[in-house]
């Protein structure tokens, strides 16, 4: 099974961007769910760094029961994890030299992740600086990659796709003051062929331009939406009309 991966990899080739909200199961919001599939949302996340209620499952079948938008798990721990979703973000945390992030918490999960039913989409993740430090930084006890040193980040996303993996996730942090910048994204998009998705610290109309032009071809927002969803509105349009272009152009 590999639905979403093939979505993800044949929007890609048409060019079309894609928007992904992330849900932390502790803060779910019914009105956030609804408008992102009004508004042609095309993925919704969920998980987050710590997650206090043991509550993904439920989370995932209160989302289900309002939008048609598939539901990937963004794990924080090999604790995450639900035979309700549609994906799974298996993320390797590359950038880091934690073994616990790199391949540890990987074996732990290995056997219910092979037993469920849920489709598996191995994730390069890459932590770049954004400007203080975040729960990410905190929890996964890794160093970021310096915001002004691309080659690093090139380098590592490059290390990911020779491993096989399957997704490039560059991640400044949830709430990050910096989001990743466009030299970064730009050079990570020029080195590598493999979807890129870019998150954290994206809260408005101008950083959703400009992580998508740079060459995100997934962006994902939580914090900003938390504050206000209705912000979806607004984000949602950029992206359709980004798409819309690029069909003109074709
Ligand atoms: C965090 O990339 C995601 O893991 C989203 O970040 O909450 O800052 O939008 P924000």
Redesign the pocket.
Same mark, same amino acid.
């Given at each position: 099974m590999n639905n979403l991966y093939s979505y993800i990899i044949s929007k890609k080739a048409e060019g079309l961007k894609q928007l992904a909200v992330?849900i932390d199961p502790d803060k779910i919001n019914h009105r956030l769910i609804e408008l992102a599939e009004k508004n042609g949302v095309d993925h919704i996340l969920i998980g987050g760094s710590i997650i206090t209620e043991n509550n993904l499952t439920t989370c995932i079948q209160e989302i289900k029961k309002r939008c048609s938008i598939p539901v990937t798990i963004?794990p924080g721990s090999y604790l995450q994890l639900s035979n309700e979703a549609d994906a799974l973000l298996l993320l390797s945390l590359i950038s880091g030299r934690n073994p616990e992030l790199l391949i540890g918490n990987h074996v732990m999960a290995a056997q219910s992740l092979r037993k469920s039913n849920v489709e598996i989409i191995p994730t390069g993740y890459i932590l770049i600086d954004g400007g203080e430090s975040t729960a $990410?930084q905190y929890m996964s006890n890794t160093m970021p990659i310096p915001a002004n040193k691309p080659e690093i980040a090139v380098a590592t996303a490059i290390a990911g796709e020779l491993l096989g993996l399957k997704l490039i996730y560059l991640?400044?942090?949830?709430?990050?003051l910096q989001p990743v910048n466009e030299r970064i994204i730009k050079s990570v998009r020029n080195a590598i062929d493999l979807p890129l998705i870019v998150? !954290? !610290?994206? /809260?408005n109309s101008a950083k959703v331009k400009t992580a998508l032009s740079a060459g995100a071809d997934m962006i $994902?927002?939580? /914090?900003?939406l938390e504050q206000n969803e209705n912000d979806i509105i607004e984000f949602a349009e950029i992206v359709r009309k980004m798409n819309q272009q690029q069909h003109i152009e074709k």
């Open positions: 992330l963004f $990410v991640e400044a942090g949830s709430g990050a998150g !954290g !610290g994206i /809260n $994902v927002i939580g /914090n900003a």
